[in-house]
C-alpha cells in the first residue's frame, strides 16, 4: 500500500498592530526628550518627534532639561509621568520653561545683566551635498558698559 504524502499547512503571523506616538515639545526652554521602549530621540533643536509602538505598550517618555531651562511637565495622552498606553495613536507634549532671573540693572551703574537665552544654529552646506548643523547656546550674557552721569542745574 502506498504512504500517504502529508502537505504543510502554512502557518500565518499575525501583523502587530501599531499606533503612532507623537511627542511635541512647547516653552520658552530647552531639553531633550527619549521613549522605553526605543522609538523617540528629540534633541535640543527638534520640536516633533514621532513613532510607531505595538498596541498595549507602555511608552515612558524622559525629559532631561539643558542648563539654563526647567523641565515644566507633560500634557496631551500622557500622565503626569510622561506615560502613555498605546491603545490608539497619541500625543503627549513635554514643555520647557527657561526662568527669568531678577533684573539688576541699575541706571546709578556700569553693569548691565542681561538675562535672556539666546540660540544660534549655523547650517553649512560641503562640497559633498552634506549639511551639517551646529548650535550655540548662551545662557546669560554680562556686558560692560561705559556710563556718564552728567549732573544738571537744579
Request: aromatic content about 8%.
Amino acid at each position: 500500500t502506498p504512504t500517504p504524502t502529508l502537505t504543510p499547512t502554512p502557518t500565518l503571523t499575525p501583523t502587530p498592530i501599531l499606533y503612532t506616538l507623537t511627542l511635541n515639545k512647547s516653552g520658552a526652554g530647552f531639553g531633550v526628550v527619549t521613549s522605553n521602549p526605543v522609538g523617540i530621540s528629540c534633541d535640543s533643536a527638534c520640536t516633533t518627534a514621532s513613532a510607531d509602538f505595538s498596541a498595549g505598550t507602555v511608552v515612558t517618555l524622559t525629559a532631561t532639561a539643558d542648563a539654563g531651562s526647567t523641565f515644566g511637565g507633560w500634557s496631551g495622552d500622557c500622565n503626569i509621568n510622561g506615560e502613555v498606553l498605546m491603545d490608539a495613536a497619541k500625543s503627549c507634549t513635554a514643555t520647557f520653561t527657561s526662568p527669568s532671573p531678577p533684573r539688576t540693572n541699575d541706571p546709578a551703574s556700569d553693569f548691565f545683566d542681561l538675562w535672556k537665552f539666546w540660540r544660534l544654529e549655523i547650517f553649512t552646506e560641503r562640497a559633498t551635498g552634506v549639511v551639517e548643523r551646529s548650535t550655540v547656546s548662551i545662557e546669560r550674557l554680562s556686558v560692560w558698559l561705559p556710563v556718564r552721569l552728567q549732573g544738571g542745574d537744579s
